[in-house]
């Protein structure tokens, strides 16, 4: 059974579509740094596949990843705006700072390299 932490079902409100993309996200949190994968990404945060404990609602994270589109990782800033619980723990972090137009143009692409 999973039990979703913070702000109700995040499923309910979208303001941009999300693609279902599986890249490597690297997570900076303080001063510790991981690994984890993505199950979805739009311009507006993103749902990863979290290894080991969660980070608290709230926290802040830096992200760095790559996408098909472009030469370099794109590198954001996010806040933990829920997490589930359940197998595998998942969690939505929504982008604060960090895109510039030619990222956003390459997550909104993202439907058309399937």
Do not use: C, Y
């Amino acid at each position: 059974m999973s039990t979703i932490q913070g702000a109700g079902d995040p499923s309910d409100r979208r303001d941009n579509q999300r693609f279902d993309v599986v890249v490597v996200v690297r997570i900076f949190i303080g001063d510790k740094v991981e690994d984890w994968p993505s199950e979805d990404i739009s311009a507006g945060g993103m749902r990863l596949r979290v290894e080991g404990e969660p980070p608290k609602l709230g926290s802040r994270l830096k992200v760095s990843f790559k996408l098909p589109l472009l030469a370099a990782p794109i590198e954001a800033e996010g806040e933990v705006r829920w997490v589930d619980r359940g197998t595998p723990t998942v969690l939505g972090i929504q982008f604060s700072t960090g895109l510039r137009a030619r990222e956003v143009w390459a997550i909104n692409r993202l439907h058309t390299r399937r």
